[in-house]
């Protein structure tokens, strides 16, 4: 656990750079869709093109590096919890029985766990685009009135939205296993991070 720990501070600690070079295709993109709505020639959405070919390898290995640190850190951060375990209950060799019912169960919802996260910032992401494009629909119109676009607006729809719906996903992370391990027992909680872990994963 040890050496996966330092595995997972090495992969962390390229990151950043990772995460940072995963922003390169977006920026790309935009730009060619700015030539294109400027009019320039079409040799320039060409080579923009190309610049975000090249950005979508980079985000590949950038989704590649976020994933396998996740994987190092929640493995490393699951082998501290059953440590804590072991030294509160005063054993050494606490073992995670998935044929036992209370931690079998646990396992079960700790699976279903990313997925019901996956669904609330997926719903999320579809109400704020819908909020956006209502908006968008309404500026056209005083647009074409001859009023200035407001761009405020559509900012502040982004970031409300990104505040406002994130709560429920949020709250899900991070009082799931908070009442799985006060209501239940510690073999539930074992069961519902071993599920989580590998179905995240």
Known sequence: MYGVALAAIGMLGCLP??????????????????SE?????????????KLDAA?????AIGKGFAIGSACLVSLALFGAYISRVEEASGTSNFVVNVLDPITFAGLIVGAMIPYAFSALTMSAVGQAANLMIAEIKRQFIDIKKGKEPNFDRCVGISTEASLKYMIAPGALVLFTPFLTGLLFSKDALSGLLSGIIVSGI
């Not at 750079?17 to 700015?34: C, Q, R």
């Not at 709505?37 to 093109?49: G, I, K, N």
């Not at 950005?55 to 985000?59: F, I, L, R, S, Y």
């Open 17 to 34: 750079i990772a995460l940072t070079i995963d922003g390169y295709g977006p920026i790309s993109d935009n730009a060619g869709g700015i």
């Open 55 to 59: 950005g979508n390898t980079t985000a």
């Open 37 to 49: 709505m400027s009019y320039l020639h079409d040799s320039v959405r060409e080579l923009t093109d």
